[in-house]
């Protein structure tokens, strides 16, 4: 009996130091995460930026290559 009571306290003890290591590591985890996300959000805001502006360039460029052509001013066909 004395046995059994033993080895029951044994993995309470696992179970609580899992259970604890696991909260820690999930806290870590999530830390780590909001300082990436901190730090990297003006890099992507620029990937961001750099995107927008060159659909921008080539949303004019076909736009006006597309008025050429409507109305019969040459331009690529």
Do not use: D, Q, R
Request: hydrophobic share 60%; with cysteine.
């Amino acid at each position: 009996m004395l046995e059994l009571i033993f080895y029951l306290a044994a993995i309470v003890i696992i179970l609580t130091v899992l259970f604890y290591a696991s909260m820690f590591f999930i806290a870590g985890i999530a830390y780590g995460y909001w300082g990436l996300s901190i730090t990297m959000a003006p890099v992507v805001w620029l990937i961001l930026l750099v995107g927008m502006l060159t659909g921008l360039v080539c949303t004019v460029k076909n736009a006006i290559k597309a008025v050429k052509i409507l109305h019969g001013k040459g331009g690529e066909s």
